[in-house]
């Protein structure tokens, strides 16, 4: 069965780097999605992605993340300038359709900042 | 906004059926999904109810009401493994997610 592939499966780094992660979404979906996870919390939204540019955004998606489709394959997400309280599970998730509310998660980045 | 409210915990006995309720408040709503997350893990689909009505998966069925914005998600014959998180979803765009109830099943 088609799935969803993130990597790496563990980020370390130091407060104020950059980290990108990356997420290789199943190939027939058209809808992708960051969600985060701080531990022993809810999954929240971060961003939703199609045809090339975001079509919804949270209030925790400010100007320090990025995403980027850079090829037919991959999909990542960038945080510019890490803080503590980035630290979290970050899931990457597709879907064939936006009216089809059926999510196909990636297994995580957990990333830690220092 | 959108939320969605669900009961934190529920614990119930193997072979037993458990109902987890969800009532939610979305803009923009097309249905209502749950996913299940065990320990560490990726949260995986289990049903999604476009309509009004039950939808059955096996053991697991999910009903929605969009006149109560409420629906609800039925585990029959309970198993050890069913010991997890289960959310509910909805939204349009976002798939906002519930804060998830963490079920315990007792042997």
């Known amino acids: 069965e088609p799935e969803v592939t993130q990597t790496p499966s563990h980020q370390v780094t130091q407060m104020g780097q950059e980290v990108i992660l990356r997420c290789v979404p199943i190939?027939?979906?058209?809808?992708f999605y960051w969600y985060r996870q701080i531990l022993g919390q809810k999954v929240e939204f971060l961003v939703s992605?199609?045809?090339?540019?975001?079509?919804?955004k949270s209030e925790i998606f400010d100007d320090q993340f990025s995403v980027e489709r850079p090829d037919g394959s991959n999909f990542t997400l960038k945080i510019r300038s890490t803080k503590l309280e980035d630290s979290a599970m970050y899931f990457c998730?597709?879907?064939?359709?936006?009216?089809?509310?059926?999510?196909?998660f990636g297994s995580g980045t957990q990333l830690s900042v220092l | 906004g959108q939320s969605l409210e669900q009961p934190s915990e529920v614990t119930a006995v193997e072979g037993a059926i458990v109902q987890i309720n969800c009532t939610y408040q979305?803009?923009?709503?097309?249905?209502l999904s749950w996913y299940q997350q065990h320990d560490g893990g990726a949260p995986t689909f289990l049903s999604y109810?476009?309509?009004?009505g039950l939808e059955e998966t096996g053991r697991f069925s999910s009903f929605l009401s969009r006149s109560d914005s409420y629906g609800y998600l039925l585990l029959q014959e309970l198993q050890m493994k069913d010991s997890a998180s289960y959310f509910c979803?909805?939204?349009?765009?976002?798939?906002?997610f519930g804060d998830g109830t963490t079920l315990t099943v007792k042997p």
């Open positions: 979803a909805g939204g349009a765009g976002k798939s906002t």
């Open positions: 998730a597709s879907s064939p359709g936006l009216r089809i509310e059926k999510l196909f």
């Open positions: 979305t803009s923009g709503f097309y249905g």
């Open positions: 190939s027939n979906h058209l809808y």
């Open positions: 992605f199609y045809n090339n540019e975001i079509s919804e």
């Open positions: 109810n476009a309509l009004d």
